[in-house]
T-cell receptor, first 113, second 115 residues
């Protein structure tokens, strides 16, 4: 059971480039989330999806777009990367409405130069 | 007031000591509570759930105080390997779906166990 899989694990972008971070979970979870974590900081929610076909903004959505392709996959897109988006990105999923924990992917370490 | 608050620390504790830290939450409708552990540059992983009656897992004890709206984590006989950041997680149900997120993380408490 793979859990939550994120790709890529590392990425270096030039300012203005675009890229998509992929996330997939095989636990049949309803809700999926994208967080960013800067050095010494807590997790900040970028976007989340409560169910297939729905997405909502979190605390720091500017500069990002998301797509809940199906129940398994939730992607995060940077259309025009900026140095301020240098961070570690985590995808997470949970089974909404049930007292179960959130599971995290291993993270994507993104550097924008 | 932030939804979930934790003392960021760091807590510097000698090996073998007992350490405890709390997490306060503001939403009285919160229903599920967890402690996560995050090692440097790694993803958060579940340490333990927090039940109303309190629960224990080896050296770790978690408690919930609904009246005062906080949860606590106690680590006994601390080990060097316990050094990490401990995140408090609160879930309030039902999810509103339309703009509110039921899954809320604290910013974490940094624990350093010293030999």
């Amino acid at each position: 059971n793979a859990g939550v899989t994120q790709t890529p694990k590392f990425q270096v972008l030039k300012t203005g480039q675009s890229m998509t971070l992929q996330c997939a979970q095989d636990m049949n979870h309803n809700s999926m989330y994208w967080y960013r974590q800067d050095p010494g900081m807590g997790l900040r929610l970028i976007y989340y999806s409560a169910s297939e076909g729905t997405t909502d903004k979190g605390e720091v959505p500017n500069g990002y777009n998301v797509s809940r392709l199906n129940k398994r996959e939730f992607s995060l897109r940077l259309e025009s990367a900026a140095p301020s988006q240098t961070s570690v990105y985590f995808c997470a999923s949970t089974l909404q409405g049930v007292n179960t924990e959130a599971f995290f992917g291993q993270g994507t370490r993104l550097t924008v130069v | 007031r932030k939804e979930v608050e934790q003392d960021p620390g760091p807590f510097n504790v000698p090996e073998g000591a007992t350490v405890a830290f709390n997490c306060t939450y503001s939403n009285s409708a919160s229903q599920s509570f967890f402690w996560y552990r995050q090692d440097c540059r790694k993803e958060p992983k579940l340490l333990m759930s927090v039940y109303s009656s309190g629960n224990e897992d080896g050296r770790f004890t978690a408690q919930l105080n609904r009246a005062s709206q906080y949860i606590s984590l106690l680590i006994r006989d601390s080990k060097l390997s316990d050094s990490a950041t401990y995140l408090c997680v609160v879930i309030h149900l039902p999810y509103s779906g339309g703009g509110a997120d039921g899954l809320t993380f604290g910013k974490g408490t940094h624990l350093i166990i010293q030999p």
